[in-house]
């Protein structure tokens, strides 16, 4: 079946130490998101790719940055991870020109900073 | 600012009961509406959508949602909820433009007794 991947669904890192965050997908959608969603809150778009152009959200942190080597990777990388950034973390993907531009999620990963 | 609210935080209900949780947005220009819903350890799923025709939208699992553009509003109902109902609802708009990112209520957690 078609879908978005993310690896890994559990992640715990150190407070301060890099982490990357995968997402895969075989729907061979033009467009990426990378969403946070901490514990009982609304997902937040952190950033997308529109095919390979970046489009970083104004309020964005500079501790996340993102690449997307090609149609079917995107990675979320967190440079120095504090203990606020403790969240789940949501690819998405979407196809340009789709009616009604649905967007579809991969399951997370969960991402816990000691 | 764009923006979404969901009225309600936390909804219980028995089973059979009839549904109904509003979700009202602030957006300018043509709007694309969604309603995602998170099953409890699984990723979020689309309900049904928004676009263009025919206001009274059906999803899958017997929920619809009305949109009424004169009050901004988008509301989901199900005339009988069952126990599998119980997860985590998020209404979302985003504009018709390509790769706009989703904006999201805060969410409504239905829970449903059997």
């Known amino acids: 079946d078609a879908m978005v991947i993310q690896n890994p669904r559990y992640q715990v890192t150190q407070f301060g130490k890099p982490v990357t965050l995968s997402c895969s997908q075989t729907?061979?959608?033009?467009?990426m998101y990378w969403y946070q969603q901490k514990s009982s809150q609304a997902p937040k778009l952190l950033f997308h790719y529109y095919d390979k152009d970046f489009n970083n959200e104004a309020d964005t942190p500079d501790n996340f940055q993102s690449r997307r080597p090609n149609t079917s990777f995107c990675f979320l990388d967190i440079r120095s991870p504090g203990l606020g950034d403790a969240a789940m973390y949501l690819c998405?993907?979407?196809?340009?020109?789709?009616?009604?531009?649905?967007?579809?999620f991969g399951p997370g990963t969960r991402l816990t900073v000691l | 600012a764009q923006s979404v609210s969901q009225h309600n935080h936390h909804v219980i209900l028995s089973e059979a009961a009839s549904l109904e949780l509003g979700c009202n947005y602030s957006?300018?220009?043509?709007?694309?509406l969604f309603w995602y819903v998170q099953y409890p350890g699984q990723h979020l799923q689309l309900l049904l959508k928004y676009f263009s025709g025919d206001p009274l939208v059906k999803g899958i699992k017997g929920f619809e949602a009305e949109f009424i553009k004169s009050k901004f509003s988008f509301n989901l109902r199900k005339p009988s909820v069952q126990w599998s109902d119980t997860a985590e609802y998020f209404c979302a708009v985003t504009s018709n433009q390509a790769g706009t990112a989703l904006i999201f209520g805060k969410g409504t957690t239905l829970s449903v007794s059997s």
């Open positions: 998405a993907t979407s196809r340009v020109g789709q009616p009604g531009d649905e967007q579809f």
């Open positions: 957006y300018g220009g043509t709007v694309n």
């Open positions: 729907l061979n959608h033009n467009v």
